[in-house]
C-alpha cells in the first residue's frame, strides 16, 4: 500500500523536523513526553543503499531460511542419534527439561521462525551477519518510520506499509486463511514492545487479518480452541498466535502451559515455535565447524554454503573443558601458535583482540547488546575477565567467541539539536525484516541504526541515528 506525499517541498531541515513531529504520538518518544522530542538522531532522509546491496540483502532471506531447515533437521538428527550427539548437547546447554521437550516434539518438527531479522554490519567489502533474530523487536518502528518518510515524498524499501503488509500475508499463509485472527501476545519482560506493536496492529489490519496486542493472561483456553479477551469484555477465536516473548522467560508467562496445549492439538497455529535452537548465537560456531562443513555443503548446496559462509563470523562455543595435549581449537590461534586454552588469549595486545564475547541465547543478556563485551575496548585485566566469566558460565548460559569485524565509515546527515543540518561519522547495522511465505521469504523493510565512529557497538542510542532504508544509485 503507497501513502501519499503531504509535504514533499520541504527542504532538508524541514524534512527532518517533519519525521520528528509526525511519528506516532506517544510511541517513540522519550520518557518525559517533551513535544517533538525523540530518543535518537533524525536524518532528513532514509539510509541509502546502492541497488545491488538492496538486491543482494532480498535474496538473503531464502538463505537463512535454507540455514534454519537446516539447522532445525541437524539438532533433530543429533537428538534422535543419526548425527553426533554433541550438536544437541551445545544447543540444549543451560535450558530446563521442560524447553528440551518441547523443541523436541512431533508436532513442531517441521516448525521454523516466520519472520528472520537479521544485524548485518555494513563493512567495506559488503556486510556481515552478527546474529540473527527469530523474536525480532523493531517491526513496528520499521514501519513508522518508512510510513513517515513517506509522507514527505521519500521511498523505503518494501514501501510505506510493507512490514505490515508482509506480516500479513505471513498469517494468512500459515493460518490458511483469508481473514484470520492474530493474537500477538507480549510479555511483561517485553512489555516495551508493546506500544509499536499495536500501532503496527493497526496496519496490518488493513491487508486483511485481525490482529489483537495482549496480555498472556487475556488468552483463554477452551478445549475446542484458543480465544483472546479485548479490552470491551468480547472474546474472539485465535488463528494464529504470535510469540513475542523469548523462550528463557516461557516458565514466568501466564497460561503457557494451556498455550501449548492447545498449539499441540492443532488448535492453534505459533509462530516462532516453541524451539530454542533458533535462538542460539552457538548456531554459527556448528556451521564453521570443520566435521561439520560436509553435513552443512550437502544440506544448502555449495553457493549458498558459500554465501553464507562469506556473512556468518567464525564463531567458536566458549567450552572450558579440558583438551588432551594435542588438542587444539579449530582454527583459532593467538599470537601465531594454535590455541588449546582459552586463557592463551588473554595476553594479547589490544590491537591482536578482533574479537567479541557474547552469551548464546537463552538469557537475558542475549538480546539488546547486554551483554556484548568487544575484547579490544576492554583493558587486558577486563579482558581477563570476561573470558574467565564466559568460561565459568558453560554450563548455565554458554558463551561465544566470534571474530569482530569493524563496520565501514559513513556519513549520514541528521537534525542537531540547534535545528541545523549536521553530519555523521558513522558504522552501520542494518536490520532487514523477512516474513516467510510458503516456501520462501519476503522482505518487509530495512532499519538502518548509524552509531557514531567512536563506539564499538552498533544499536539504539541517543547518539545514532536510526532511519528506514531507499534504494539510491549513489548508496552504500
Known sequence: MSCTSVAPELDA????????????????????????????????????????????????????????????????????????????????????????KLARQNRFKQDIPRVIRPD???????????????????????????????????????????????????????????????????????????????????????????????????????????????EDGRETKIDVLYRNFELFDLLNISKQELILYAARHNRVRITPPPKAHFEEKSSFALFHHPSLRAYWRAELGPQVDERLLGIFPRTWIVDPRPLPWQGVIADLTANGAPVHDWMQLADLGKSERDFVVKPSGFSELAWGSKGVKVANDLTKEGWREALSEAKASFNTTPYILQRFHKGKR???????????????????????????????????????????ADKRLIHGMSDAIMASCRVADDGF
Open 13 to 100: 531541515v524541514g524534512r527532518a523536523r517533519y519525521v520528528t513531529d509526525h511519528l506516532p504520538p506517544g510511541l517513540f518518544r522519550v520518557a518525559d513526553g517533551a513535544e517533538g522530542n525523540v530518543p535518537w538522531r533524525v536524518s532528513p532522509e532514509p539510509f541509502p543503499l546502492a541497488p545491488k546491496t538492496v538486491a543482494a540483502i532480498e535474496s538473503l532471506g531464502n538463505d537463512l531460511l535454507a540455514f534454519y531447515r537446516a539447522l532445525n533437521a541437524l539438532y533433530l538428527r543429533s537428538a534422535r542419534g543419526t548425527a553426533p550427539a554433541y550438536i544437541a548437547e551445545e544447543l540444549d546447554r543451560g535450558k530446563p527439561e521442560q524447553i528440551v
Open 120 to 230: 548485518l554490519i555494513l563493512t567495506d567489502d559488503g556486510y556481515v551477519a552478527s546474529e540473527l533474530d527469530s523474536v525480532p523487536g523493531g517491526m513496528g518502528f520499521t514501519n513508522a518510520l518508512a510510513h513517515t518518510y513517506c509522507e514527505i515524498g521519500s521511498d523505503s524499501v518494501g514501501g510505506a506499509d510493507g512490514i505490515a503488509e508482509r506480516f500479513a500475508e505471513m498469517v494468512r499463509a500459515l493460518a490458511s486463511n483469508e481473514h484470520p485472527t492474530v493474537a500477538l501476545v507480549v510479555s511483561q519482560e517485553s512489555a516495551a514492545y508493546r506500544a509499536e506493536l499495536s500501532w503496527l496492529a493497526g496496519r496490518v489490519n488493513a491487508f486483511g487479518a485481525e490482529v489483537v496486542v495482549c496480555w498472556p493472561q487475556d488468552v483463554v483456553f477452551t478445549e475446542e480452541a484458543l480465544f483472546v479477551r479485548r
Open 410 to 452: 559513513v556519513r549520514v546527515p541528521f537534525l542537531g539539536e540547534s535545528g541545523e543540518i549536521k553530519e555523521m561519522d558513522g558504522r552501520v547495522r542494518l536490520c532487514p525484516y523477512y516474513f516467510v511465505v510458503g516456501d520462501e521469504t519476503r522482505l518487509g523493510g530495512i532499519l538502518a541504526t548509524v552509531a557514531p
